[in-house]
T-cell receptor, first 111, second 111 residues
Framework: DTGVSQDPRHKITKRGQNVTFRCDPISEHNRLYWYRQTLGQGPEFLTYFQNEAQLEKSRLLSDRFSAERPKGSFSTLEIQRTEQGDSAMYLC?????????FGPGTRLTVT | GENVEQHPSTLSVQEGDSAVIKCTYSDSASNYFPWYKQELGKRPQLIIDIRSNVGEKKDQRIAVTLNKTAKHFSLHITETQPEDSAVYFCAANGGYQKVTFGTGTKLQVIP
């Protein structure tokens, strides 16, 4: 499969724990995006990378969230001190130009 | 920032009929407008997009129209089939790479 991949697909964690998700974009895509999607809503932008540079972060992204793309290939999204409100689907997308292609997502459940 | 409104939130049509979903955007700098289809439990899939230098684009049974003056764009699906049943999201880019999504339209095609 040469599409965007994400790992893990599901994560259940207790409130207060830290979690980290990984995204592997389509190989030739230099742009990578993270979104959060809750039930019945559209994807909500979190952050965007061009190569290894993080160019934009949503004002909604609290200090507990951090994302990296150290070598301009895969990216990680870490959530520290998880809260129940963090429960959502975390989607990654990549693009070469405007067209963004999404991964299958990581579903996070905070208990 | 960009604000995208989408209507209707739900739409039921008989198989073979047409379906129309409408969106408005707020930021006149937006120049890229993608549409995504999301089936239950699946990733959003890009089905068609339009750029601000054209007014209409077609791809088989799917067409998108754009009215820049009114800041409206619409998705038209003709000859609907049961496999068209899904949630459809419009989006606009606000002139940057950050894409803002609408709240989605759940389309049900009744056989």
């Amino acid at each position: 499969d040469t599409g965007v991949s994400q790992d893990p697909r599901h994560k259940i964690t207790k409130r207060g724990q830290n979690v980290t998700f990984r995204c592997d974009p389509i190989s030739e895509h230099n742009r990578l995006y993270w979104y959060r999607q809750t039930l019945g809503q559209g994807p909500e932008f979190l952050t965007y990378f061009q190569n290894e540079a993080q160019l934009e972060k949503s004002r909604l992204l609290s200090d507990r969230f951090s994302a990296e793309r150290p070598k301009g290939s895969f990216s990680t999204l870490e959530i520290q001190r998880t809260e129940q409100g963090d429960s959502a689907m975390y989607l990654c997308a990549s693009s070469l130009f405007d067209e963004q292609y999404f991964g299958p997502g990581t579903r996070l459940t905070v208990t | 920032g960009e604000n995208v409104e989408q209507h209707p939130s739900t739409l039921s049509v008989q198989e073979g009929d047409s379906a129309v979903i409408k969106c408005t955007y707020s930021d006149s700098a937006s120049n890229y407008f993608p549409w995504y289809k999301q089936e239950l439990g699946k990733r959003p899939q890009l089905i068609i997009d339009i750029r601000s230098n054209v007014g209409e684009k077609k791809d088989q049974r799917i067409a998108v129209t754009l009215n820049k003056t009114a800041k409206h764009f619409s998705l038209h699906i003709t000859e609907t089939q049961p496999e068209d049943s899904a949630v459809y999201f419009c989006a606009a880019n606000g002139g940057y790479q950050k894409v803002t999504f609408g709240t989605g339209t759940k389309l049900q095609v009744i056989p």
